[in-house]
């Protein structure tokens, strides 16, 4: 972390400490009342807001779970379970990496091959992950995607090992677990009503505590605004975008989310692509892998499957929904004369 975001991440350990003092309500006032937490981690800002008696405490056994996650599957911090797999080419792993990381496998399987976690030496190469951006040569770019491929992890129980050069970086799902283990931690600490914003994943955990639905406002690829609002119950809602992570170079925009078959940049005419379902890390590797696929491949997998919905945004400001969605999502009255298709079963 730079020093900024460490300003940045301590000002928001106070807000929390702020924000965790002084209440003197009623008990029944209290347990409508909101208590949120702030942290940076996994290179994002998150914010947790739970409500009820024990949300303080259920918030921090929540962020202790997401740090607790990060530490074992960052790429970039030494001393991490999936640092030390990609320095020394072997290492034993906890029950949440290895899981995270079967997963990820079986994702590459059911997305066929549009998420994979073996891309490391790629997206490392363009300089994603350390901000030393770099548009790598053909020459480059072969030579690297021949280290990547889900048949170059092997896993035994927790024992993984890489074939030579090859590294793993589980940024496309990592968020969305680290949702699941915070919802999970939230509601073994009793809490019934709690909205996680995780840099833009949000997971939700029962409805509001009045018992209506949250709504929750799907960013606009194309501005900073959003483009339309879901209402929703228990849900995580997943958004994959260019506009995320990128840089520009002699007038060409290069972003984060590579193509496996290419090592580029993936261009499917897709600007956004947003997953709901009861999942975080479900969504977390559809939403990363429905930008790679494009509408009509994600389309296909939503026929073949009952676990997700998406809202997909393309190039051309179409909105696709599936019709799961279709009574939940409504596009904002700056965005009503985008076109809003509903894809059925
Ligand atoms: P997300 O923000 O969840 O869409 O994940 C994007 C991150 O996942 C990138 O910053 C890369 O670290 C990594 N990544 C990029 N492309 C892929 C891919 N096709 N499969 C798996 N991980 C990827
Ligand atoms: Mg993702």
Redesign the pocket.
Known sequence: MNISKMLKASLCACALLLAGCGSEASSAAQSLEKQSLSLFAMDTYMTLSAYGDNAGAALEAASGEITRLEAQIS?TAPGSEIYSLNAAGSAELSEDTEELLRF?LEM?QRTAG????T??PV?SSWG??KEEHHVPTEEELSSLLALTGPDKLELNGTAASLSEGSQI????????YAGDLAAEALKENGVTSALLDLGG?IQTVGTKPDGSLWKIGIRDPFSDGVFGTLTIGEAAV?T??AY??FFVEDGVTYW?????TTGKP?SSGVASATIVGSEGRLC??L???A??MGKDRTCELWRQNDDFDYIIVTDERQVYISEGLSESFALSDSCSDWELIVDKK
Do not use: C, Q
């Open positions: 790429v990820a590459n549009a998420l994979d976690v891309l490391y997206t994603f992950t970086d589980l940024g496309a799902v990592g968020k969305g994943n997943v994959s975008g995320e992570r984060h989310i590579i193509d496996p993936a977390d590797a939403s990363t892998s930008f790679v």
